[in-house]
């Protein structure tokens, strides 16, 4: 019984996303929308093309491999093996069992994802021109993440570990405290962003005096938010995509430029990109996504507490009643569902918020300015510009390229 729920979870799940790919793979073969046609000449436009067939079949065969993976380890008692090795590693402390048996599921699937992210780094990405990663840097990156991984994986499976040993017969409570730790957690990775994550990665250093910079502070000046600090990351070190970022609460806001922007665009396509970014702040866009947060971890916890509680998912695949390690693999299956569904809502709600900094931007600095900033985004990018509509509702937090331009044009 449980066993073919869980089956038809995880292969339910893999269907619906697999028909979604294959929907907006076709889409590749149809004309493009008028108004960004000339965003491709004919050359790039079938570079785009191939680019595009390329990344969905990498991503089809990267999702098809780790359900195979999943489906193996469950079905064919290998998770139930590695609480048995787990046990006798770590005897005398459950806390332990479960961080080496998430551990060694970890590795291995870190293992089997190397393959997929050398060939998109060093296949793909390096083909078309994006590629500027180094094999040491891809090397240090991901022994980086993984260290990452440990450290604060780790330690967030430890917290809430001891929160239900504390907890185990007062499941509320259980639950409000993880989702209270969560959120706080979320909030401080949040702060430190930029300060300490992203510099892990990437060397950032204040941008140079001069006029960019000085349009940039007066911008923000004129809309009400207080700039902490101007800066730029070495990105071109990866790729030579477009980007910015911004970190920061309330109206004290750190600015984050990519190298690669700085070099192509103008300085009025920047202050239209950092427009759309400060009239999320304007809008209250971030408080938000925070609730939605809040209110999805709520849900999440509270699906993990009945799993932990489920003592026939664990008798079904052979493993300890009640082991947390195995809990928080299923809980991560049967999550994906509400994940799906909860998606759509979010994914809708941002869209509409970007329709909203659009026009933020486009008040003060024109839309040509706006128009020509996007083109150049989905130029270098070689974005997707014409994605089929269900796809677009399940998966894109910001509206098509074409859909939003002309949204811009009738302003």
């Given amino acids: 019984m449980v066993e073919g729920m869980i089956l038809v979870i995880v292969l339910g799940v893999f269907m619906v996303e697999a028909y979604l790919l294959l929907i907006n793979y076709k889409q590749k073969d149809l004309d493009l929308p008028e108004n960004v046609r000339d965003i491709y000449d004919e050359e790039r436009y079938q570079k785009w093309r191939n680019y595009s067939a390329e990344n969905m079949k990498l991503m089809f065969s990267k999702r098809t491999v ?52 050398y060939y998109q780094t060093f296949s793909i990405e390096e083909r ?30 430890a917290l809430l570990f001891s929160v239900y040993q504390a907890f185990e017969d007062q499941l509320l409570v259980f639950v409000l405290i993880a989702w209270a730790a969560i959120m706080l957690i979320m909030v401080l990775i949040s702060y430190l962003y ?3 994550f992203v510099k892990i ?148 709600l941002s869209r509409k918020a970007e329709y909203k900094a659009d026009k933020f931007s486009v008040e003060l600095l024109g839309k040509e300015t706006m128009i020509s900033a996007l083109k150049l985004l989905a130029r270098e990018s070689l974005s997707d510009l014409h994605p089929h509509p269900w796809y677009v509702r399940v998966y894109y937090s910001h509206p098509p390229m074409a859909i939003r331009i002309g949204a811009i044009e009738t302003l």
């Fill in 66 to 117: 780790n359900i195979v993976l999943i489906l193996v380890f469950l079905f064919a008692g290998i998770f139930a093996w590695i609480e048995n090795v787990a046990m006798d590693i770590a005897s005398n402390s459950m806390l332990l069992q479960t961080l080496v048996f998430l551990g060694i599921y970890e590795i291995i699937t870190f293992i089997i994802g190397l393959p997929f992210g």
């Fill in 128 to 157: 078309y021109g994006f590629n500027k990663t180094t094999k040491k840097t891809f090397v240090l990156d991901k022994v980086k993440s993984l260290l990452m991984m440990v450290i604060l994986g780790g330690g967030l499976v």
């Fill in 194 to 196: 930029t300060a300490v």
């Fill in 201 to 348: 990665f990437n060397k950032i250093e204040p941008l140079e005096e001069g006029e960019t910079r000085v349009k940039i502070e007066a911008l923000a000046k004129d809309i009400g938010f207080k700039v902490k600090a101007i800066s730029k990351m070495d990105a071109s070190k990866r790729s030579t995509k477009l980007n910015a970022f911004f970190s920061g609460y309330g109206k004290q806001k750190e600015i984050v430029l990519f190298d690669t922007l700085l070099e192509k665009m103008s300085d009025e396509e920047i202050l239209s990109v950092l427009a759309h970014e400060f009239a999320h702040g304007k809008h209250k866009d971030v408080v938000r996504m925070f609730v939605e947060q809040a209110v999805q971890i709520g849900l999440y916890m509270g699906l993990f507490a009945i799993v932990l509680q489920s003592s026939a998912v664990y008798q079904a695949f052979g493993l300890s009643e009640g082991f947390f390690g195995f809990g928080l693999v299923v809980f991560a299956l049967l999550v994906r569902p509400l994940d799906f569904i909860l998606g759509i809502g979010t994914s809708y």
